[in-house]
T-cell receptor, first 112, second 113 residues
Framework: DAKTTQPPSMDCAEGRAANLPCNHS???????VYWYRQIHSQGPQYIIH???NNETNEMASLIITEDRKSSTLILPHATLRDTAVYYC?????????????FGQGTTLQVKP | KAGVTQTPRYLIKTRGQQVTLSCSPI?????VSWYQQTPGQGLQFLFE???????NKGNFPGRFSGRQFSNSRSEMNVSTLELGDSALYLC????????????FGPGTRLTVT
């Protein structure tokens, strides 16, 4: 079973920041927080991952609380193309398991 | 680099038949994982192959099997198809040292009638 809890859906205005929350209160010390997204009719796409520290890349920022029990994915300037299902996943490094356990994710609707 | 490719993209089969799906990973990637996506169960891990060996397996019946070839291409087979096997089957690849990113293909949409 997935170890994360996400809101089923969220809306965001185009050009504004989208903040997607995720709860993972049972995360273990060796587990990372991954974010993937799935745009309709496509395979999931990796966005970002983190262990303890906040992370930023060209797509998004990941804020992880100090106790690591929750995190927030931030899309700084959402566009219509960011409309997708966003999955927060908690898992060890893939080299140990080779698998990701997806939950139901958050459907983000970016509106004009 | 070309992405992960899956063939065929769409498939219609009848209950009781078997089906073979193919996945070509990104060049240089040696790990291939397979997932099943349905509206009811979401995305579920089927199995992972690395250097022609199955390293991990999800909770699926033995009707679901797979293999990997020396060129890292992978196939999955489903025998004695059931209506509930209708799903989007996704494969994902990563390079040997890749610990965080899996690169997914577009999937094969299987419909069982």
């Amino acid at each position: 079973d997935a170890k994360t809890t996400q809101p089923p859906s969220m809306d965001c205005a185009e050009g504004r920041a989208a903040n997607l929350p995720c709860n993972h209160s049972t995360i273990s010390g060796n587990e990372y927080v991954y974010w993937y997204r799935q745009i309709h009719s496509q395979g999931p796409q990796y966005i970002i991952h983190g262990l303890k520290n906040n992370e930023t890349n060209e797509m998004a920022s990941l804020i992880i609380t100090e106790d690591r029990k929750s995190s927030t994915l931030i899309l700084p300037h959402a566009t219509l193309r960011d409309t997708a299902v966003y999955y927060c996943i908690v898992s060890p490094a893939l080299s140990n398991t080779g698998k990701l356990i997806f939950g139901q994710g958050t459907t983000l609707q970016v509106k004009p | 680099k070309a992405g992960v490719t899956q063939t065929p993209r769409y498939l219609i089969k009848t209950r009781g038949q078997q089906v073979t799906l193919s996945c070509s990973p990104i060049s240089g990637h040696r790990s291939v994982s397979w997932y099943q996506q349905t509206p009811g169960q979401g995305l579920q891990f089927l199995f992972e192959y690395f250097s022609e060996t199955q390293r991990n397996k999800g909770n699926f019946p033995g009707r679901f099997s797979g293999r990997q070839f020396s060129n890292s291409r992978s196939e999955m087979n489903v025998s004695t198809l059931e209506l509930g096997d209708s799903a989007l089957y996704l494969c994902a690849s990563r390079h040997a040292g890749g610990q965080y990113e899996q690169y997914f293909g577009p999937g094969t949409r299987l419909t069982v009638t």
